[in-house]
């Protein structure tokens, strides 16, 4: 970790402050294996039925699943929706 991003978390803990916001980190929420929101994301690399690559600070956040569908894209959030088996990130 840089040592920016060390201070930032560093004032992040001690401001009792939500990490995602002040790291710029994405914020994952997925809701059983049927949605999933990315939000802070970088932007879309791969987008096919069966598999999404979104862009984070964090790697590549890879999604894996069947009948995949982008339902929402703003700047800063993405909803997934299908029958979702995987979620990972890659390097």
Request: aromatic share 6%; charged share 30%.
């Given at each position: 970790m840089k040592k920016t991003e060390e201070i930032k978390?560093?004032?992040?803990d001690i401001l009792e402050l939500p990490q995602d916001i002040v790291l710029d980190l994405p914020k994952i929420t997925l809701i059983g294996n049927l949605q999933l929101y990315v939000e802070n994301h970088k932007g879309i690399i791969e987008y096919s039925d069966n598999r999404i690559r979104i862009f984070t600070k964090c790697g590549i956040l890879r999604v894996i699943g069947k009948n995949?569908?982008?339902k929402n894209i703003v700047l800063e959030e993405?909803?997934?929706v299908g029958e979702?088996?995987?979620?990972?990130?890659?390097d």
């Open positions: 978390k560093s004032i992040a995949l569908l982008l993405i909803v997934i979702i088996r995987e979620v990972e990130f890659d």
